[in-house]
């Protein structure tokens, strides 16, 4: 049976409505999620800004939280039931591509080409009061996990996987660059990972936070030569790991220069416009450091990124900025967009 749902997309640049849309039935294997809190993502606010183009109007939201409202056909109700708190995992790959089929699910060739069923917008989907996914999307949540907390399971789910590039080691020494909310995430990993963990950002109140959350040593970039001072305090070596959370272009170089030999540089924020950074080859050939990237989380981090918050081992409170009611989404727009911001969450 259809039901009316609302949705708040993006209509024009800086500018969203709510729009009344009618929800389609529910096909096999597929649930209707009653969304209960939708984080405002990078994403979310790029497409907001007009720097991510996409056909409008669109309806953008991947972090998202909800309960089970009602099932199609063929769902597992030994496993799901209605009322059933969960966390959904919204980005798109489609199962039948090259990297799909090797492993590689986030980076799908149709990952930006989902398909948009009859009477629904394009985006992601998430920012809807209810809406329809398939049961191989639910995570359940924990009773002492809110939905807003449960929101950020995706985020997180993105530092797992950047975690897993690094490929981190018992008593290394990590760098990383950039205390936003991603960059805190691979600060409470890399140190559940055994690291010592070394912060580098320009704001205080941030360094403070990283503190609190495992980081071993914190420095201000604008005080002191970032590459120098890796060094000073290893012994010359330069870090065994860098993440580049940033998506300031001279900052590139630097996490490539402070990479020690046999050290891995994750370079984790997308770049908006692109910006091309030199690159030694004699350097890469005589030190064997690896530059790599990350983007997206795959089922399996997703996984990850669930259980660490069921059990406690993460806490993701301290990144949750403001919250907002459904409908003054046009004011959590504006306040996600303010630099420095951590997330920013609609709650339904």
Known sequence: M?????????????????????TPDLRQGEVLIKVHAIALCTLEQRIFEGEVKMPLPCTGGHEVSGEIA????????????????????????????YYCRTGH???????QKKPTRDGLLVGPGGLCNYLIVDSSSLFKISDDLSYEEAALTEPLACVVHSVGRADIQLGE???????????????????????????????????ELAKQLGADIVFNPTTVDPVEFVKSVTEGRGADVVFNTTAIPTVVNQAISM????GRM????????????????????????????????NGEDFFVANRLLNA?????????????????????????????????????
């Not at 039931?81 to 798109?92: C, E, I, K, P």
């Not at 995430?185 to 360094?207: Q, T």
């Open 266 to 297: 994750v370079q984790y924020s997308s770049m908006h416009p692109d910006a091309p950074t030199p690159v030694s080859p004699q350097m890469l050939h005589g030190s064997e450091t690896i530059l790599t990237g990350s983007i997206s989380p």
């Open 2 to 22: 259809s039901i009316q749902v609302r949705t708040i997309a993006v209509t024009e640049k800086r500018k969203t409505e709510i729009m009344n849309l009618t």
């Open 173 to 207: 020494d990590v760098v990383v660059i950039g205390g936003g909310i991603m960059g805190q995430y691979h600060v409470m990993l890399a140190k559940r990972k055994g690291a010592r963990v070394i912060l580098s950002e320009v704001d205080e109140k941030r360094g």
């Open 312 to 348: 406690g081992i993460i806490d993701c409170k301290p990144m949750i900025e403001k919250k907002f009611a459904f409908e003054d989404a046009q004011k959590a727009f504006e306040e996600a967009t303010v630099p420095g911001t951590f997330r920013v969450i609609i709650v339904n």
């Open 70 to 97: 009602d099932f199609g056909p063929g769902v597992n109700t030994k496993k799901w039931a209605v009322g059933d708190r969960v966390a959904v995992r919204l980005l798109y790959n489609c199962g039948e591509c």
């Open 259 to 262: 990479t020690g030999k046999a």
């Open 105 to 111: 699910t986030n980076m799908c060739e149709r990952a």
